[in-house]
């Protein structure tokens, strides 16, 4: 299984997303995706206390470590592959976390557009 092209939404390589923890389909630091990647997990966003009860409400606990699967649980500031349709169902909700454009794969663009996607870019 190997990862489509790592290009970002502004057309450049994609930068790295986070190794702390380490996030990705991958598990590899990039949001990179596949064909196996089913959520689209391409956004590259910045928790926070909103967006992870948000997540938390809706079926999605990424606050709650899960030793388990070597999950220590997300907290805010932290950096993390979001599947495009949750960005984009936070969006809709008002709540959506920051994005880091250059480290958000190509892909998410069939999902959410630029210009949304834009409106969250995290300085």
């Known amino acids: 299984m190997e990862p489509d ?10 930068a790295v997303c986070g190794t702390d923890p380490v996030t990705g389909f991958f598990r590899d630091g990039h949001c990179n995706t ?28 990424l606050s709650t470590p899960r030793p388990e699967f070597r999950f220590a649980g997300l907290k805010p500031g932290d950096s993390w592959c979001l599947c495009a349709s949750r960005f984009l169902q936070a969006h809709d909700e008002g709540c959506a976390p920051q994005v880091n454009l250059a480290a958000t794969h190509q892909r998410a663009l069939e999902i959410v557009s630029l210009e949304v996607l834009r409106t969250h870019a995290a300085t």
């Open 5 to 14: 092209d790592s290009i970002n939404v502004l057309g450049n390589p994609l």
């Open 34 to 61: 596949c064909a196996a990647d089913q959520g689209s997990h391409t956004v590259c966003a910045v928790m926070t206390a909103e967006f992870l009860a948000f997540s938390k409400y809706v079926g999605n606990d």
